[in-house]
């Protein structure tokens, strides 16, 4: 449980980086934090149950785009967590198209993995 609480808030980081410096995605809510926080949480629980899932089954399409499939499957997974977000608590992270969330995932990806090597996750 410990593992997953350090891994939401390193992703919590990772997206409030991603929010700042891309225009294209904006956080709800009062504080925007609490929206950020929102959308990390779901982000979390998607990438420790269903993505790895998906992924493996993607592989096929994955290889013949040359990898150009894992940014689609990508988006559909920042956009779930961002309906999820909203459905369940009212914020999360809009999500104003599909290559904004492409540089949010390269954005997430290199923050969290810089933040997850200083924290030590």
Do not use: H
């Not at 904006?26 to 609490?34: E, F, K, N, R, S």
């Not at 899932?53 to 967590?81: C, D, H, K």
């Not at 809009?94 to 200083?118: E, H, K, P, Q, R």
């Amino acid at each position: 449980m410990g593992r997953f609480i350090s891994r939401w808030l390193v992703l919590t980081i990772a997206a409030a980086v991603m929010v700042a410096l891309l225009p294209g995605l904006t956080a709800i809510g009062d504080p925007p934090v609490l929206g950020i926080a929102a959308f990390a949480l779901f982000m979390a629980l998607i990438n420790a149950s269903i993505k790895p899932i998906v992924q493996l089954l993607a592989l096929p399409l994955s290889v013949l785009t040359l990898g150009l499939f894992a940014l689609v499957v990508n988006w559909l997974f920042m956009e779930l967590a961002s309906w999820l977000a909203f459905s369940l608590f009212g914020v999360g992270v809009v999500i104003d198209g599909f290559w904004w969330s492409v540089l949010g995932s390269l954005i997430m990806s290199i923050v969290s993995a810089l933040v997850g090597a200083v924290v030590g996750d």
